[in-house]
T-cell receptor, first 115, second 115 residues
Framework: DTGVSQNPRHKITKRGQNVTFRCDPI?????LYWYRQTLGQGPEFLTY????????KSRLLSDRFSAERPKGSFSTLEIQRTEQGDSAMYLC?????????????FGPGTRLTVT | QKEVEQDPGPLSVPEGAIVSLNCTYS??????FMWYRQYSRKGPELLMY??SSGNKEDGRFTAQVDKSSKYISLFIRDSQPSDSATYLC???????????????WGAGTKLIIKP
């Protein structure tokens, strides 16, 4: 399968714990996006990488959230001191520079439940 | 008021019916208009995109954009039970936009096609 992959698919954690999610984009894609989606809502933009550079962060991304893409390939999203409000689906998408930005390909998401 | 408004549904129609899904938006600077389909517990997948105003057809799907009314539509002909999913509209400003790598999403309409 050459699509975007995300791991884990589900994560249940207790409030106050740290969690880390991984995204592997389509291999030749140099742009990578993180979104958060809650039930009954569309995805909300969190952050965006072009290669290893993090070019934009949403105001939604509090200081408890950090994302990295160390070698311009896979990316990790870490949430520190999780809160119940962090419960959501975290989606990763990738695209290729030179294409218009509608051509984002999404992974299956990581569903986070904070108890 | 949200930038992009979309009726969450659910919209239930019999198999074979023509389905009309719609979004309205407030920012006239949007240039690219996309429709994504999302099955339960999956990431969104791009169905169609349109640049500026006009129609675009792809098989059973037709996308329409009316920039003067700030209104976009997706029509599905000969609807099938496999079309049952949540349909999300998304928009962006395009290359010359202020944040052209961000998609602004509707909340999604849940569509149910009854056999």
């Amino acid at each position: 399968d050459t699509g975007v992959s995300q791991n884990p698919r589900h994560k249940i954690t207790k409030r106050g714990q740290n969690v880390t999610f991984r995204c592997d984009p389509i291999s030749e894609h140099n742009r990578l996006y993180w979104y958060r989606q809650t039930l009954g809502q569309g995805p909300e933009f969190l952050t965006y990488f072009q290669n290893e550079a993090q070019l934009e962060k949403s105001r939604l991304l509090s200081d408890r959230f950090s994302a990295e893409r160390p070698k311009g390939s896979f990316s990790t999203l870490e949430i520190q001191r999780t809160e119940q409000g962090d419960s959501a689906m975290y989606l990763c998408a990738s695209s290729l520079e030179g294409q218009e930005n509608y051509e984002q390909y999404f992974g299956p998401g990581t569903r986070l439940t904070v108890t | 008021q949200k930038e992009v408004e979309q009726d969450p549904g659910p919209l239930s129609v019999p198999e074979g019916a023509i389905v009309s899904l719609n979004c309205t938006y407030s920012n006239s600077a949007f240039q690219y208009f996309m429709w994504y389909r999302q099955y339960s517990r999956k990431g969104p997948e791009l169905l169609m995109y349109t640049y500026s105003s006009g129609n675009k057809e792809d098989g059973r799907f037709t996308a329409q954009v009316d920039k003067s009314s700030k209104y976009i539509s997706l029509f599905i002909r000969d609807s099938q039970p496999s079309d049952s999913a949540t349909y999300l509209c998304a928009m962006s400003f395009g290359r010359d936009g202020d944040s052209n790598y961000q998609l602004i999403w509707g909340a999604g309409t849940k569509l149910i096609i009854k056999p």
